[in-house]
């Protein structure tokens, strides 16, 4: 059975290399958004088991969007992907419902790594 993945980031450049490094047999990408009032919209369009969430952005932070994503599905596993200068945001992130967090910038080891460990609780 495939997983989906959804990345969420207001840098194009950290969603397309997100894209690129994702290399777990049957995750597959089912969406993108650049914040996180988009975030929620796509989530409701395509039911994401896992999605990578930035911290700082525009219209609706990360913090904020987690909360919201679990209230939509408690079962959804959220990799924070931030900056280190965002770690004490993204503390806040994992006690909201996030399940990992990864620092910027990162391998694609570590993030399919990252995705794995996840991915294995199910």
Known sequence: MNRKL???DDS?????SIERAVNV???????????GIKAIELFKETAPDLV??????PEMDGVQCVEELIELN??????????LADKATAIEALSKGAQGYLSKPFN???????????????
């Open 6 to 8: 959804m990345i969420v």
């Open 12 to 16: 194009n450049v950290v969603r397309r």
């Open 25 to 35: 047999e049957n995750l597959d990408i089912v969406g993108v958004a650049g914040n």
């Open 52 to 57: 990578t969430m930035d911290i700082t952005m």
């Open 74 to 83: 408690p079962d959804v596993h959220i990799l924070v992907v931030s900056a």
């Open 108 to 122: 694609p080891k570590e993030l399919n790594e990252a995705f794995l460990e996840l991915l294995e609780d199910d």
